[in-house]
């Protein structure tokens, strides 16, 4: 019997690789569009799950950006994502849904947090200032999932990616995550003809990036095998610093330009790398290696964003 799995956040690059993943497995996943039902409206959103009564809910919706969309817009990332947490998780329960999992981040942890960072690093010192209000809000949706299983006995469990890439991504200069926005940046250089590409920061902070499609099979691992008060860390285990991030997509554009960098732009976080020897041990592992990944989701920017 395929279960009824409601996907809240389908359209996003997380949502759409997990109907993707889920289809393939013959489950019957539950869509539903934005102007069908509005998640910040949280009588709709009981409403809605009182009526489709979904066997398991993931939660995949959240207002996402890069460094300088979440420095900048600090009341619609902590507003739009508790909200969100809010209303899903607390609806989920009033419609009396035993299973959810809910999807955070790895900016949830303390800005210097010892690496590679255990799942009890959480709430241990203080958050990175350009995204702590996507951080705040992520921490309240772990606590709630947390709250309903002490009080109620539900069992909603929390998973944490570390930053994700590929298909679906938001490849805008601006609010994009620094993958998509080198992408298109070294694209439109080698298109244009230019010297060279500028690329954000010091060059120096660590990033541990996992293809969406691995967070994917991960997070279904978790929900068929995962039943646990803690959340749990879902990274690809190894990271590397921006400028040699920005080095492999020269190379996967094949840019043959400069890169210079823009010490004026924020750093963030000097490095996140977690541990996922927890998610390991369930018997889960990431498959695509990033230069594989970066090289599948170029042509899936040029192929849906560039041709568009
Ligand atoms: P973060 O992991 O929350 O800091 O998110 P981002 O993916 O936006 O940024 C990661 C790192 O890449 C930061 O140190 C940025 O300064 C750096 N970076 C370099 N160039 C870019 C760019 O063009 N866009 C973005 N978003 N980040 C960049």
């Known amino acids: ?45 009981t409403g809605w799950l009182i009526r489709n009564k979904p066997d398991s809910v993931i939660f995949a919706a959240a207002k996402v950006g890069g460094i300088h969309a979440n420095d900048t817009l600090p009341a619609d990332f902590l507003y739009d994502n508790i909200v969100l947490a809010t209303n899903v998780i607390h609806g989920a329960h009033v419609a009396e849904i035993d299973r959810l999992v809910f999807l955070g981040s790895s900016c949830i942890y303390p800005k210097f947090a010892p690496q590679p960072i255990q799942e009890d690093a959480l709430l241990t010192g203080p958050l990175e200032p350009t995204n702590e209000w996507y951080a705040i809000a992520k921490i309240a949706g772990i606590k709630l999932c947390q709250a309903y299983r002490k009080q109620y006995g539900r069992n909603y469990i929390s998973i944490m990616p570390c930053n ?69 860390n879902c990274g690809a285990g190894s990271d590397i610093t921006i400028l040699e991030l920005a080095f492999l997509i020269k190379e996967v554009t094949n840019f043959q330009g400069e890169i210079f960098m823009d010490a004026d732009k924020p750093d963030g976080t000097p490095r996140k790398l977690m541990d996922s020897s927890r998610i390991r041990k369930l018997g889960w592992e990431p498959s695509i290696a990033l230069r594989d990944g970066l090289r599948t989701t170029y042509d899936w920017f040029r192929n849906h964003i560039v041709d568009k």
Request: charge should be negative; charged fraction near 30%.
């Open 164 to 232: 994700l890439y590929g298909e679906g991504d938001n490849f805008d200069l601006m609010s994009g995550h620094v993958i998509p926005a080198l992408m298109r940046k070294f694209h439109e250089a080698k298109v244009l003809d230019l010297d060279s590409v500028t690329v954000w920061g010091s060059g120096t902070p660590r990033r541990e990036f996992l293809h969406v499609k691995d967070l994917a099979r991960g997070v279904i691992h978790c929900m068929d095998n995962y039943d646990e008060y803690d959340h749990i």
């Open 1 to 45: 019997m395929p279960r009824k799995i409601w996907v809240a956040g389908h359209n996003g690059m997380v949502g759409s690789a997990l109907v993707k993943e889920l289809e393939l497995k013959n489950e019957n996943v539950l869509k539903v569009s934005r102007s069908d039902l509005d998640l910040r409206d949280q009588a709709s959103v």
